[in-house]
T-cell receptor, first 114, second 109 residues
């Protein structure tokens, strides 16, 4: 299994509070991604990073920010959590080679906003 | 139109059956395709990569049809342990993957 961990694994928080989720990898992969997964929507990309301090938005980036100060860590922050951000959040990593870009996923963080 | 579309299922098949899923993609620039397997309340795990016309790994065969812009996954001799959701993914170069919503498979004893 790829060396990817996410913390916390479960979190319950109140509307309006800031929340930070952490993704940590030991593979030295250049690319890191944050997705959310909801019933009926599948996996949707929030933000991704293609190197230290290099990030870009995905399709559902509103209300989220990210930071990557080290290769191994990619943080996702919900600036002011809302109930619509209740979801399962997955981090993924990849190291593109040629035309391939296989991604490997962390175990997920289940976030509930009450 | 969603870039990657899959039949959500569920596909309910008996053990030993052969089952096939299709996935269509709208971005003709997509170069690489993958099938992921996701078990309930778990992360997606890479099942197969499909770089050219197809790929085979044991009971699993993935095919790519660029002219019709679809990829397929064939599972032969289905096992109970094959029950999961199968996600189809396409990408072009280093752009982020676009995931389909998944096809749910239940293999029944």
């Amino acid at each position: 299994d790829a060396g990817i961990t996410q913390s916390p694994r479960h979190k319950v928080t109140e509307t309006g509070t800031p929340v930070t989720l952490r993704c940590h990898q030991t593979e030295n992969h250049r690319y890191m991604y944050w997705y959310r997964q909801d019933p009926g929507h599948g996996l949707r990309l929030i933000h991704y990073s293609y190197g230290v301090k290099d990030t870009d938005k995905g399709e559902v980036s509103d209300g989220y920010s990210v930071s990557r100060s080290k290769t191994e860590d990619f943080l996702l922050t919900l600036e002011s959590a809302t109930s619509s951000q209740t979801s399962v959040y997955f981090c993924a990593i990849s190291e593109p080679r040629g035309s391939g870009n296989e991604q490997y996923f962390g175990p997920g963080t289940r976030l509930t906003v009450t | 139109r969603k870039e990657v579309e899959q039949d959500p299922g569920p596909f309910n098949v008996p053990e030993g059956a052969t089952v096939a899923f299709n996935c269509t993609y709208s971005n003709s620039a997509s170069q690489s395709f993958f099938w992921y397997r996701q078990d309930c309340r778990k992360e997606p795990k890479l099942l197969m990569s499909v770089y050219s016309s197809g790929n085979e790994d044991g009971r699993f065969t993935a095919q790519l049809n660029r002219a019709s812009q679809y990829i397929s996954l064939l599972i032969r001799d289905s096992k109970l342990s094959d029950s999961a959701t199968y996600l189809c993914v396409g990408t072009s170069g280093n752009t982020p993957l676009v995931f389909g919503k998944g096809t749910r498979l239940s293999v029944i004893a």
